[in-house]
C-alpha cells in the first residue's frame, strides 16, 4: 500500500501539469472580401421606378375591372369595391400609382369576397 507521504507527493508533482493550460492561439481574422463596385447602369432612375410602378398600378386596376365585372355579372358586387375601382381610377389619372395599386387591389379583393358570399345560404 502506498504510503500518504508518496501520494501527496505524487498528487503535488502532477498538479502544476494538469493545472498548466496551453497558449490561446490568436486566430487571424479572415480577410474581408472586396465587394465590386456596382454598375451605374443597373441600377434603376426614379424616373423608371415610376414607369415600374405606373404599370403595375395598370396591371392592378385591370385585374380589379375584371374581377368586379364578374361579380356584377353574378349580381354579387359590394358598393365599397365599386367604390375603390373608382378611387383607383382617379387615383391613376391623378399620377399617384401607390393610391391606385392600393385601392385597385382592395377593389379586386372585395369583388372576390362578393362572389365567394355567393356559396352561403342567403337566409338560416
Same mark, same amino acid.
Given at each position: 500500500m502506498l504510503d500518504k507521504s508518496k501520494f501527496w507527493l505524487c498528487v503535488i508533482a502532477l498538479l502544476p501539469a494538469a493545472c498548466?493550460?496551453?497558449?490561446?492561439?490568436?486566430?487571424? #481574422? /479572415?480577410?474581408?472580401?472586396?465587394?465590386? /463596385?456596382?454598375?451605374?447602369? !443597373?441600377? #434603376?432612375?426614379? =424616373?423608371? *421606378?415610376?414607369?415600374?410602378?405606373?404599370?403595375?398600378?395598370?396591371?392592378?386596376? !385591370?385585374?380589379?375591372?375584371? &374581377?368586379?365585372?364578374?361579380?356584377? =355579372?353574378?349580381?354579387?358586387?359590394? *358598393?365599397?369595391?365599386?367604390? &375603390? *375601382?373608382?378611387a383607383a381610377r382617379q387615383a391613376l389619372a391623378a399620377n399617384d400609382p401607390a393610391a391606385a395599386s392600393r385601392h385597385a387591389r382592395r377593389a379586386s379583393e372585395l369583388a372576390l369576397l362578393g362572389l365567394e358570399q355567393l356559396a352561403y345560404p342567403a337566409v338560416r
Open positions: 498548466a493550460t496551453p497558449e490561446p492561439q490568436v486566430a487571424e #481574422p /479572415p480577410a474581408a472580401p472586396v465587394a465590386a /463596385p456596382a454598375p451605374t447602369a !443597373a441600377t #434603376p432612375t426614379p =424616373s423608371e *421606378l415610376q414607369k415600374a410602378a405606373t404599370a403595375e398600378a395598370n396591371a392592378l386596376l !385591370a385585374q380589379a375591372e375584371t &374581377d368586379i365585372q364578374r361579380a356584377r =355579372s353574378r349580381r354579387a358586387l359590394w *358598393l365599397k369595391a365599386w367604390v &375603390d *375601382l373608382v
